[in-house]
């Protein structure tokens, strides 16, 4: 069976149909990732033997007539989701041999449809970055240009499923980290609305923008996906209390009238012509088959950068403190516990990490709070308020997934800011907690995706998929040569 | 006299008496086997996530109506920042702009006169866990059974001028908050702890001078010494030229002397920031209605109830109140005889004299208001002497039991047997010529003398007012 760019929908139907068995898919999977991950070095660890374990249990389901979705799909877990007996790095030193007790929410959800783990997809460490290049485990490459960098910080869940190594994978969110490495490879992600996903047992970056979701080969995928991760969890209070309607109910259905906002500030010199025109050359298209497009404005966008980093450092650095080395982790040296601490947390993280903590730190010390955290939680109500602005005139946004297509590994080492400016196309929707999806809109000449993302009304997931969902018909993807 | 006056304020943290800890499901309960009581979220693995146990809202809600706080309708979460081994997530999730419940007041009573003691806030937060430190092996352990335990910290304002005042307000809260049900106020088990920031400052002055802040105080006793030494420091300190530097200071109980424990230079920035993983609450007019209807009765309630409906004495009110475990146990015994008085002359007159010389122990008692109670009635009713009542008690106390069965047992009830108490008191009659010769003389004072005798010689086989009225009827023949 060719399992290349595999849908979830079409592999179910192989496996209800008994065309393949659960076993033998999960073989051939494991079979690409141990043939080809080697180049792409899209997992951390690969759960061989679980995979086997769960999928042989998925059959049984198939077999007694029990199977629901996602029974006997394989697929990439993103290594900062805790599952229980299985170890979840955030690919860090820190937590190198961390093995949690404890499943998080979406993995008992995924247990309960009997789905298989391939393994545990590279990321930035702690999802801090925006190309999985500080990754303590696994630097992924882009699969279309082993040169280039897949994205991040969910890189390897995005890689993954670009080199057909899982036929989707789940990421996490925080200023763009599903959406953009899912523009750089050529897939589907979305990051569903701030609360639509529990994220009990997500190793948390920035809990007010933490959000877990699908990365798929396409909006319908990712529907299915969503299906199953979605709903209020007891276990995390800002999961929210709403009915889970089903996300491929309004696939398909015309987008005629749909208003499409296009805010000129995500359009200025700032971003790469080559991703502007396509990205322009889409929203034509759309607006071909029936969409109306609006002009917009979102001035807020020139303090989303700073804002956003207060906010997300700020909160990580309180959310990394626990990791001291005494209850589990990486442990330094020390006679005392200060002493400890400091060697445990300054082999334990790496560079990109811990100058987070510092800003963060720095932007809650007493005498700056007023001045930095504070404002960038102005901010964070301007923003807030400038979408639901949009949201009296349009439907959706579209606006480009990030300002460049992937860029060769190694290029903004050098340039820390320069790396967070990379961020403006998406960090506004965790501002917002806005749903958005990034889907492929084109290729440069060299061969490598172009993302554009589709950004919706809270807890209107189904409109962005619709238009997700809209465009791809017709739109023929790209594989990567591998 | 002292040219200086004190002025202190206080923190104190009590734990709530919820079942389950404030952020987990937990238990809450004192105690259990080192890290027996902890789960992934209280003991902060990596991706769990706090959820807060309403109850221990609702016990802070009750804490702020006893004591007369506005009780704020928006409340949020915050987190304290510090690394410290016995804080496993490295921040207690606590609340700092926006507590549940601002300004209030206290009366307390010092030297009969009240006074107010106004209350600044009080909010949640969560308890630490706790270091055992193993000195021979040099090395310190960690138990996280109390991490997560819910807390409230009361801060009040700088109301204080003596150590008196600062006891007799503690004894205050103890009672309003163990009549509430909101703690136990076990200090011996930390259940309440108390933090005493004070000051000196001449007499007169009208600014405060430096304060130092006391903490690692374990029970009433060593709050007044530390208060009374760190008084008395502040003083020679000033006497001698010399600053009060601001500080936190831990009293030693065995030296009698507070010593320094870190300077305000060395003190932490908690960076605190609003908790994101703990949305903010919203109370309506409703909610907060049916919390402050659900609050027991209070100690000053159930004193006047017991002075107009019972007729107890005042003083006596105040005896029983004052410690809940005796007035539970009143309410017990009043549930199955109701003579409230007699119940309460009794529990006063017998039960806590014999605590109070150390024969018994109101945590361990081996019977219940019920027996005792029966017991009571049992006296009133002269079924059981008052001598027999007194060692039915004390095989109580020793042994436990009922009184019936003690009584049944040994033989202990009043017989009404008129021919043993006609043969009793003949004799003594025969035996004592002299005295009935008083008697007839008109010298009543000897009938005591009588009844003493037949009681002694009868061991409560008839009652004192058969005894009586025998002994009447023989000594007028």
Sequence with gaps: MDITRAKIRDLRRSLDSREIGAEELCAEYLKRIKEKDKKVLSFITVTENEALQSAKRAQKMIDEGKSSALTGIPLAIKDNICIDGVRTTCASRMLENFVPPYNATVIEKLN??????????????????????TSAFAKTKNPYDLECVPGGSSGGSAAAVAASFAPAALGSDTGGSIRQPSSFCGVTGIKPTYGRVSRYGLVA???????????????????????????????????????????????????????????????????????????????????????????????????????????????????????????????????????????????????????????????????????????ALALKQEIIKEYNDIFDIADVILTPTAPTPAYKIGAQDNDPVKMYMADICTVTVNIAGLPGISTTCGYTDGGLPIGMSIIGRRFDEQTILQVANEWETGFVPLSPEL | MSAYFPTMGLEIHAELLTKSKVFCTCSAEFGGAPNSRCCPVCSGFPGTLPVLNHKAVEYIIKAGYVMNCEISRFTKWDRKNYFYPDLPKAYQISQMPR??????????????EEKTIRINRIHLEEDAGKLVHDDVNRISLADYNRCGIPLIEIVTEPDFHSADEVIAFLEKIKLLLQYAGICDCKMEQGSIRCDVNISIAPKGSTELGTRTELKNLNSLKAITRAIEAEIERQEELLESGERVIQETRRFNEQAGETVAMRSKEDAHDYRYFPDPDIPPIIFTEEELEEIRNSIPELPEQRIERYVSEYSIKKTDADIIVGDKRVCDFFEEAVSEYNNPKAVANYIIGELMRRINLGEADMDALKFGGREFAKLVEYMQTDKISQANAKNILREMIENGGDPKSIADRDDLWIKEDSGALAAVVDEIIANNPKAVEQYKSGDQKVFGFFMGQANKALKGAASPKAVQDYLRKKLSE
């Excluded at chain 1, 009997?114 to 801090?128: I, Q, T």
Aim: hydrophobic content about 35%.
């Design chain 2, 99 to 112: 507590p549940v419940c601002l300004s209030g007041n206290v009366k307390i009573n010092v030297d009969g």
């Design chain 1, 112 to 133: 309960a449809e009997g789905y298989v783990l391939l393994g545990r997809a590279s990321m930035d460490e702690f999802a801090m970055g925006g190309s999985t290049q």
């Design chain 1, 205 to 375: 970056f920035a809990s007010s923008l933490d959000q877990i979701g699908p990365i798929a080969n396409d909006a319908y995928d990712c529907a299915v996906l969503l299906n199953v991760i979605c709903g209020h969890d007891r276990r995390d209070a800002t999961s929210a209390r709403r009915d889970v309607p089903d996300f491929t109910e309004k696939l398909g259905e015309p987008i005629k009238g749909l208003k499409i906002a296009m805010p000129k500030e995500f359009f200025s010199d700032d971003i790469d012509p080559v991703v502007r025109t396509h990205v322009t050359n889409a929203a034509k298209e759309l607006e071909k088959r029936g969409a109306v497009l609006v002009d917009c404005s979102i001035p807020g966008l020139k303090y989303a950068i700073p804002a956003y980093y207060l906010i997300a450092c700020a909160e990580a650095a309180s959310n990394l403190s626990r990791f001291d080395g005494i209850k589990y982790g990486f442990r330094g040296e020390g006679r005392t516990y200060d002493e400890l601490i400091r060697d445990s947390r300054s082999r334990g993280f790496g560079e990109e990490v811990k100058r987070r903590i510092l800003l963060g730190n720095y932007a809650l010390s007493s005498g700056y709070y007023d001045a930095y955290y504070k404002k």
